[in-house]
């Protein structure tokens, strides 16, 4: 008996036009009326997680959980945080010089907000702030310094797809010790706290609820997936996945303009 579902957003449970089906909904809905946590695992901040949530009637909820910011983050769909991993200043100025050094375009995240310094808000950071409906926030590094209560949670070099090639041949190799990095989408390269990712998470939230790994299901597409369908008792890749998830997962489902994750969530009802 599966009792807990992780499901990938992007490529995994919206379709190309960046829309959940209709019978999707319904998986999901069965699903969670049967008793099985339906945990959305993503990249994304709550924020860009919170429509999806409604949609699926799991919006408000002390008892459905959100992972979020490639595991970085924790929390109830009520907004309660049960575990936080974050980075700290000097990382963010090490990235950020890092990608300036480059003439690449670096972001801040923070749980509710997107801070990037001026001339750093080229198409794929403005793309993406309004993707994942993030407030997106200029400000100096003088500025940056003064911020109070400031909580970095991930740092994301958007740009180029051939120019994030070119980083991660050159980046110092002290950074994958230092934080997890990964390349979510093509054009997307990002950092978090070393214990952060989709797998850790995935672990932890199944401890918490005291759920064995044999009794979960994670459904992704892409690299920043490859972790959490290992960690679960059946990882399922959608039909449009990366062929390194296609290579290890348990079963491939149908793609993500088919109805892949509600086929993958009705095999094990």
Not at 15 to 32: E, F, R, S
Not at 33 to 43: F, H, N, Y
Not at 196 to 211: D, F, H, N, V, Y
Request: hydrophobic letters at 45%.
């Amino acid at each position: 008996m599966i009792k807990l579902i992780a499901v990938d957003i992007d490529g995994t449970l919206l379709n190309d036009q960046g829309q959940i089906l209709p019978a999707t909904i319904q998986a999901v809905q069965q699903a969670a009326a049967a008793g099985q946590k339906i945990v959305l695992c993503t990249g994304r901040p709550l924020c860009g997680v919170t429509d999806y949530l409604k949609q699926l009637g799991l919006w408000q909820h002390a008892d459905q959980y959100v992972i979020s910011y490639n595991g970085s983050l924790i929390q109830t769909t009520n907004q309660k945080t049960l575990m936080s991993h974050q980075l700290q200043f000097s990382d963010y100025l090490d990235l950020l010089e890092f990608a300036h050094q480059n003439q690449a375009a670096f972001s801040l995240l923070t749980p509710a907000c997107m801070y990037v310094t001026p001339g750093d808000q080229n198409s794929v950071i403005l793309k993406e702030a309004a993707t994942v409906k993030i407030k997106l926030q200029t400000r100096t590094l003088a500025e940056m310094r003064a911020l109070p209560n400031l909580i970095p949670v991930k740092g994301m070099i958007l740009d180029e797809p051939a120019k994030l090639d070119y980083l991660q041949t050159v980046m110092p190799k002290a950074f994958k010790q230092r934080f997890t990095v990964l390349r979510s989408q093509k054009d997307h390269l990002e950092f978090t706290h070393p214990l952060a990712s989709k797998e850790s998470a995935l672990r932890q939230l199944t401890g918490l609820l005291k759920i064995e790994p044999a009794a979960t299901m994670a459904i992704g597409d892409e690299q920043n997936d490859l972790g959490m369908i290992k960690a679960a008792g059946i990882g399922v890749a959608m039909g449009n996945a990366v062929p390194q998830l296609r290579a290890i997962a348990d079963q491939v489902t149908a793609d993500n303009n088919h109805n892949g994750v509600g086929e993958a969530i009705l095999k094990r009802r």
